[in-house]
């Protein structure tokens, strides 16, 4: 079965760390740019992050740049997204997703949920 | 990386035709033909409905479709269906090389 698979989230007090991972199975992992794509309770999705199938170019948006990294272990088709310095505005559910870039993200995770409290 | 402007909500009768539109800038929308949109259902991971503007994935219904002028790009779902009811997000690749989403549009089957 094609499938992704995020773990990690749970309650984190703000400025805490958070390491999520997502792994892939019934395709090619290492074929495809993977994205980290985020949805606070009640709100629209942000797209976060993504990276190249080879790990060598990253992106991110504005509001991580600095404070999360995301990376990528192909022989384990595992994503990750480490998570620092983490705000109250960063408490959403995580999806990873297969970026079929340009053709959209066409796989995506169940979600994990992060919050971000004291 | 201000997010696309999206109607709020947008409804319509069963068998009806209805637009969302999606309203970017020209470092994001109108620089590329590399607009895509989801659909969510509650408590549900997003669907890939179209990429590219216009191109349907496999299984996707062809009463969906896609369409691009300048800096807005809409979809459209024809012969609208009660299992339509959800909401609807566009996103676009930047010029920053980074991905943006929509604001999100609630769409109801009347």
């Known amino acids: 079965e094609v499938q992704l698979v995020e773990s990690g989230g749970g309650l984190v007090q703000p400025g805490g760390s958070l390491r999520l991972s997502c792994v892939g199975s019934g395709f090619r992992f290492s074929r495809d740019w993977m994205s980290w794509v985020r949805q606070a309770p009640g709100k629209g999705l942000e797209w976060v992050a993504n990276?190249?199938?080879?790990?060598?170019?990253?992106y991110y948006v504005d509001s991580v740049t600095g404070r999360f990294t995301i990376s990528r272990d192909n022989a384990k088709n595992s994503l990750y997204l480490q998570m620092n310095s983490l705000r109250g505005e960063d408490t959403a559910v995580y999806y990873c997703?297969?970026?079929?870039?340009?053709?959209?993200?066409?796989?995506w995770g169940q979600g994990t949920l992060v919050t971000v409290s004291s | 990386q201000s997010a696309l402007t999206q109607p709020a909500s947008v409804s319509g009768s069963p068998g009806q035709s209805i637009t969302i539109s999606c309203t970017g800038t020209?470092?994001?929308?109108?620089?590329?033909?590399?607009v895509s949109w989801y659909q969510q259902h509650p408590g549900k991971a997003p669907i890939l409905m179209i990429s590219e503007v216009n191109s349907r994935p496999s299984g996707v219904p062809d009463r969906f479709s896609g369409s691009k002028s300048g800096n807005t790009a809409s979809l459209t779902i024809s012969g609208l269906q009660t299992e339509d009811e959800a909401d609807y997000y566009c996103?676009?690749?930047?010029?920053?090389?980074?991905?943006?989403f929509g604001t999100g549009t609630k769409v109801t089957v009347l």
């Open positions: 997703g297969r970026d079929g870039l340009p053709a959209g993200i066409d796989l």
């Open positions: 996103s676009s690749y930047t010029t920053y090389s980074t991905q943006v």
């Open positions: 990276i190249k199938q080879d790990g060598s170019q990253k």
């Open positions: 020209s470092s994001d929308v109108g620089s590329y033909n590399l």
